[in-house]
């Protein structure tokens, strides 16, 4: 088991009698991943609720803070039972027998045009054999061909951008991800968490992974190849960026500071520290749908 505390500072001016907030930065709750305790501090000290949205398990923070300064701190312990599966027995699901609340996974959306992207996916990755070795080989395509820069992209920047340009950041590798296993008919999902692992030497940051729907579960993939995937705590999924801000702001306010994330994995008596595993792996429970190999706990 692994498990990971997690501490969010968020910092906001607000320019008008008043301003809403609506945060999507609490871990979800799923059969795989346990809130322990959490809390939340807010100055001034106002109202708050936190609402979940029923078909993607997503936690919203909700708030309305007066003009003035507005700080926000989260922190939470939570823990992580992943699955562990051999990639070579991992296939893809057939469209008919996927459960219809996938098939949205499947479309295009606004940040992954995988409609437009069929005959080249089909061109570059048809040769593969399908199955988890298909959606690894479109992750390792993406860290090797999309540069990772901090401002070589924008909030409008779509997958047919990235793909262009050739460079963006992790929202932007995953929707490039996302575009092309869509294109290629297997479901995928854009899933938000924090950057566990990634480059110390670097202020850590919320993350961007992709998740594939593979046999009858969702394996994770880091298409900007720069955390460890054991490490990420999923906070909210959706079809691209669009659906999960961490943050969404309405009224005249500012944000002055960059958001401070931190996460850190625990040690102890039946705690394993997150690492690097050629496995699949997957934070998803037992899903309805295809028939899987046998999974090794």
Known sequence: MIRLDLHFELDYRIDAPHGDFVFNIQPAHTAAQRVLQEHVVLTPDVPWRSETIASTRNRLLRV???QGDFHLTYSASVSIEHRFGDPAFIGECPIDELPVELLTYLAP?????????????????????????????IAAWVQRHIAYAPY???????ALDTLTDRVGVCRDQAHVMI???????MPARYVTGT???????????FHAYVEVYLGRRWYTFDASGNGIPMGFVRIGTGRDAADVPFATLFGQIQAPFAPLVRA??????????PVRSDRALS????????LLAPIAA
């Open 64 to 66: 309305r803070a007066p």
């Open 152 to 158: 070589g992209s924008t909030t409008q920047t779509t």
């Open 179 to 185: 575009a092309l296993c869509r294109a290629l008919s």
């Open 264 to 273: 850190t994995a625990c040690s102890g008596p039946g705690l394993q520290l």
């Open 283 to 290: 934070s998803d429970g037992d899903s309805a749908g295809c």
């Open 195 to 205: 950057d566990y692992g990634a480059d110390p030497t670097k202020a850590p940051d």
């Open 109 to 137: 959306s606004r940040y992954c045009e995988s409609d437009r992207l069929i005959p080249w996916a089909e061109a570059e990755f048809g040769h593969v054999p399908p199955g988890y070795a298909r959606a690894a080989a």
